[in-house]
């Protein structure tokens, strides 16, 4: 009897997604045209980063992998999926070596975000928000995490203003149904209830790409996303 | 004769639609070129101490002295804006410099009325102080009525500033220290010449390229842009200069140490007398290496140590 409850929750945790939140929307991002060359980022003012990479750091503005694959897109459900709450769990941005870890976050509107700096040297954390508010705070090295949260969906670029080559963004989203990809450009969006969404694409120099989706039951449906590169 | 008639008949009927047109235009207030604002703007009051500005008192004043550079829209972009470096405040962002509120936080309406007032130096916003207090307050509930977040946020609290402790060549030491260690040189250049590492590259929140403070410029008369008492700088680094790459010092920063950076910051004016130049000079006009007390901890220090320390 004293085991039963245990059980229960094991077999509802097992059972649930499977029967409630089956469908799964997944996919790859591409690119055609050209895209803009990485640049190696010259950090012989900060030698305290510099020292920290034994081959230069290279700007992230475009990444791309085999394939024709593009990295460091968000996909997210825009329309469609019913979650209005925040995870309790922070999500982190940690500057190392004089470079955002990562490049793109993505987070909840009201999650905890901690900002980090594992770096011998002082950094200015500026988020030039526009929707929401803008800061700029400075982080000597051995400082606290900076903790703060954003209440509306926006794409805010990230800028250190002492080191202007540290450059990344966060993406401030009303779903916790997103997924950023990597170098071989795949995304997945599981446990989703069936219904009618609305995928959205967003790539730094891009912007935004939408499609339709509709999924029932517990399929899988794929979803690619083409983007059209530009080399300057 | 009827023809003429039918003519005469349809021009007044044309021009009644226009003047009426026209009256409507006018009676709303529409701007009749560029982007529409989607809502009319809400009447907003601002409180200055006991006095209380109105929105719609200031309309006739906004239009004929600020719109030409900060625009009908209050979007900075009026037509002089185009020749003008800095560029006017966007107040559709609700982004300002010169704030006693945290970074990122809207400023008091005091801090909006004094900036009017004062003015902003090193740049094309004269002090206004043609204005008589009630229209300046009345500018003030203006500029809220351009950025939807002063009807959702509260406007901060100021901070508090503790009162100064006296100037002497040990908190100038330890202000020198601080600005080492907190890194404003890598802007603000060694001796404050506004030549650090960083400050070519820096930009403004508009991308527009932005010099920091050169603190050696200027005479007896040089002056921050945001005041130009010792508690006006103090206030700088701990708001931060929101829209500009100055960040907020607030959560790294204790109060005393603060007081001595201010004092350290008033040696870098070369050419103002002030009391801080003066006790500098009565040093011998260097500024001796802060030794840190090893007895005790970082973290207590700055509370337990006597304002301004030793004499």
Known sequence: MRASKPCIALLMATLCPALMFGGTISGKVTYTGTPAKQKAIDMSKE?????????????????????NALANVVVYISAGADDANAPAQAVTFTQKGCQYGPHVLAMHTGQELDVLNEDQTSHNIHPLAKVNREWNKSQPPGTPPI??????????EVKCNIHPWMHGWFVVLKTNHYSITGEN???????????????????????????????????????????????? | MKRLNQEHFFSVILSFVLVAGFTVARAQDVPDVGPHPPTPPKAMESHIGNLTGHSQDAKSDYRRYCAGCHGDLGDGNGENAVWLDPKPRDFTIATFKCRSTLTGILPTDEDLFDTVGRGLTNSNMPIWNTFTRQQR???????KTFSPRWEKEKAGDPIKIPAEPPVTIESI??????????????????QGKGDGPSASTLTDSKDQPIRPYNFASGGDDSRFKCGST?????????????????????DVIQPNDAWDLVHFLRTLQVNRHSKENDVLKAAGGKIPPYVEKQAEAPASQSGTRTAGGGN
């Open chain 1, 47 to 67: 030698p305290s980063c510099a020292k920290q990479h034994a081959t230069p750091v290279m700007t992230e503005g475009v990444v791309t992998g085999p394939n």
């Open chain 2, 137 to 143: 307050a009345d500018l003030v509930a203006y500029i």
């Open chain 1, 185 to 232: 450009g795949g995304f997945s969006l599981p446990n989703l209830p069936p219904g009618k969404y609305t995928i959205t694409a967003w790539h730094e120099p891009d912007g935004k790409q939408t499609q339709e989706v509709t999924i029932s039951g517990n399929e899988t449906k794929s979803v690619d996303f083409s983007f059209v590169l530009k080399p300057y």
């Open chain 2, 173 to 190: 030491s330890h202000g020198k220290a601080l600005f080492t260690k907190l890194e404003c040189w890598k802007c603000h250049g060694p």
């Open chain 1, 147 to 156: 903790k703060d949260k954003w209440d509306q969906p926006e794409v805010i």
């Open chain 2, 230 to 250: 010792n508690a006006d700088v103090y206030k700088i680094f701990i708001t931060g200069v929101d829209g500009t790459p100055m960040p907020s010092f607030a």
